[in-house]
């Protein structure tokens, strides 16, 4: 049995005095694409943004390849690791978020390198080899040298993807990457992830697509006010709920 | 009206105007940079730094923002002396207009920073950078941009500031004039050009500073 990829144990998170994962347990192994789904405000971007220490945790432990993200646990002892630390271990995780957040100075190719070269310590142009390779591969190749500003939606997205993926992360972690974009133009992303799902990257990806959930992933996890209610094969959880929650939940989504 | 111009005398010694023209400028420049370089360290601290670096730094931009900027050349010029701390008039004027302009300008960084949205800065974060490399590459650069006005007429008031140095007899351009005009008694003519100098020398460091901007200015 190999060792897992991710595992979380009992993750718990709160903002402020309100609790919003209560409990988080998940072993996700190398090369599985995991759908995250629930109802706004089940705390599917607070568990990504934990996984990649975006947001502290306040109980529970989560593990990339066997090794503790963000904390140290020192003869019962919390610590929080150094920033320099935490800065090496979200390098393993790649993310793209609902709304891009490309470098807005920068152009596609140098939103790509800026990482290879600050993280990876590659040369200018080394770095500029691998960005042209990916920016080729989500269909950018004509826009390396066009700023985000001067890109459709679509595009930007695509070029977010490019900068988490040439950083060759262990696990990629997509939030909704598609919500925030005008329908036509939402298939070209998915196309993008689909593609990646194929060559067997690790991804853990939150969605309202229900349909591409049911077509790109291995397994769905169905969230509900911060606790994992249910997680299966997307065919058998999709046609047979095991829950009321989730029957509810996919009656009420654009799923048939 | 029995006074008739005659510029002769003025022209004669306009080197002396351009010579303290060049130092106003030098004075202004150099200011200008030491009073980024305080005003960016305040900024950080003032926008989101732990206490013991926040409050120090709030005390210095009040302190400073409720003093006439007179009595600050004044202070450091004739009392810091009688503490022990004793400095040739150009540093010490230098030195008073750079804390001065820092003061201004950790405002204007201070905005600057909180306009730089979070989004940019965790996309840093998510592919590695460290809290420092995010800044140097992202935070400053995009900060720079949206200041660049604000730089720019900050540049132009500090330029025109450099006139009280006059006051502790640093010979930038208000001091040599007024010299020219005690020994050629040409009072309007002197002080025309003096004024013509400062107008057209503010003209050029504005175009000078859109030309930066455009330079600067992203792609859309
Ligand atoms: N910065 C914050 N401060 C306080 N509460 C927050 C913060 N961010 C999220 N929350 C709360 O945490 C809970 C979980 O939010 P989260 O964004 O993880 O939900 P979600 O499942 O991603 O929802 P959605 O589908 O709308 O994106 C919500 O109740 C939300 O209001
Ligand atoms: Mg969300």
């Known amino acids: 049995m190999t060792k897992p990829l991710l595992e979380m144990q009992g993750l718990r998170k709160q903002y402020g005095t309100v609790e919003v994962l209560k409990g988080v347990d998940c072993t996700m192994r190398q090369g599985e694409v995991i759908s995250i789904i629930g109802s706004s405000g089940s705390g599917k971007t607070t568990m990504l943004r934990c996984i990649n220490m975006l947001e502290e945790f306040q109980g529970g432990r989560i593990l990339i390849d066997g090794e503790a993200i963000g904390y140290d646990e020192i003869a019962g002892v919390r610590r929080r690791k150094s920033e320099k630390e935490i800065a090496r271990q979200r390098a393993l995780t790649g993310m793209a978020f609902q709304q891009f957040n490309l470098f807005p100075h920068l152009s596609a190719a140098q939103n790509v390198m800026l990482g290879l070269i600050k993280v990876k310590k590659m040369s200018r142009d080394e770095a500029r080899v691998v960005a042209e390779q990916w920016l080729g591969r989500v269909g950018l190749s004509a826009r390396a040298d066009h700023y985000p500003g001067q890109l459709s939606g679509g595009q930007q997205q695509r070029v977010a993807i490019a900068r988490a993926i040439a950083m060759n992360p262990r696990l990629m972690l997509f939030d909704e990457v598609t919500s925030a974009l005008d329908p036509e133009l939402v298939g070209e992303v998915l196309q993008v992830i689909k593609g990646l799902a194929a060559e067997g990257m690790s991804m853990l990806l939150v969605t309202h697509e229900m349909r591409f959930a049911y077509e790109v992933s291995s397994r769905v996890i169905f969230m509900n006010q911060g606790v994992i209610v249910e997680q299966g094969d997307p065919k058998e959880m999709f046609l047979r709920p095991g829950t009321e929650r989730l029957a509810e939940f996919l009656k009420s989504s654009s799923f048939q | ?220």
């Open chain 2, 1 to 220: 009206m029995g006074y008739t111009l005659n510029f002769a005398a003025v022209w004669r010694s306009f080197d002396l105007l351009l010579g303290g023209l060049l130092l106003s400028l030098e004075l202004a420049a150099v200011a200008l940079v030491i009073g980024a370089a305080i005003g960016l360290v305040v900024a950080f601290a003032l926008a989101g730094g732990p206490a013991f670096l926040r409050r120090p730094a709030q005390l210095y931009v009040t302190v400073i923002r409720n003093l006439p900027i007179l009595v600050l050349i004044l202070f450091t010029y004739f009392a810091l002396p009688q503490l022990g701390i004793r400095l040739d008039k150009n540093p010490s004027f230098v030195l008073t207009l750079a804390i001065y302009a820092g003061a201004y300008l950790a405002e204007v960084f201070r905005a600057g920073l909180l306009s730089v949205p979070r989004g940019v800065k965790e996309a840093g974060l998510a592919i590695g950078l460290t809290p420092m490399q995010i800044r140097t590459s992202l935070v400053v650069p995009l900060m720079i941009r949206n200041v660049l006005p604000s730089l720019s007429s900050t540049l132009i008031s500090l330029f025109k500031d450099t006139s009280l140095a006059a006051a502790i007899a640093v010979p930038e351009l208000t001091f040599e004039a007024r010299k020219i005009n005690v020994e050629t008694f040409r009072v309007i003519e002197v002080w025309t050009v003096t004024s013509a100098l400062y107008v057209v020398t503010c003209a050029v460091l504005a175009a000078l500073m859109r030309l930066i901007e455009r330079r600067l200015a992203i792609p859309k």
